[in-house]
């Protein structure tokens, strides 16, 4: 494997970075009922690419004050049932 070259100025900012502190990567291919304003439906599935389905807190149209996990596993565990009584039903 190759190795990953960081900008000494991000290498910085993560060195100084205290413990306990954390970030979640939230609505980076949010949800929405429109093509123009999100990258998923509410099932999960892409507006754009056939048959591709994204789930985890990307999805998330917002962030919220508390840590995603749970919500991250109520998403998934949605997307599932979905994916398993309408989408493999008939393969």
Not at 35 to 61: A, M, Q, R
Request: proline share 2%; hydrophobic share 35%; net charge positive.
């Amino acid at each position: 494997l190759g190795k990953v070259r960081i900008e000494s100025d991000i290498k910085q900012l993560f060195t100084n970075l205290e413990a306990g502190l954390a970030a979640h990567h939230i609505g980076t291919t949010r949800m929405s009922k429109s093509k123009k304003t999100g990258v998923v439906d509410e099932n999960c599935k892409s507006h754009s690419i056939d048959n591709l389905y994204i789930g985890g807190s990307s999805v998330f149209p917002t962030g919220s004050a508390t840590n995603p996990t749970f919500t991250i596993l109520a998403m998934s565990m949605r997307l599932a049932d979905h994916l398993k009584n309408n989408v493999l039903k008939n393969v």
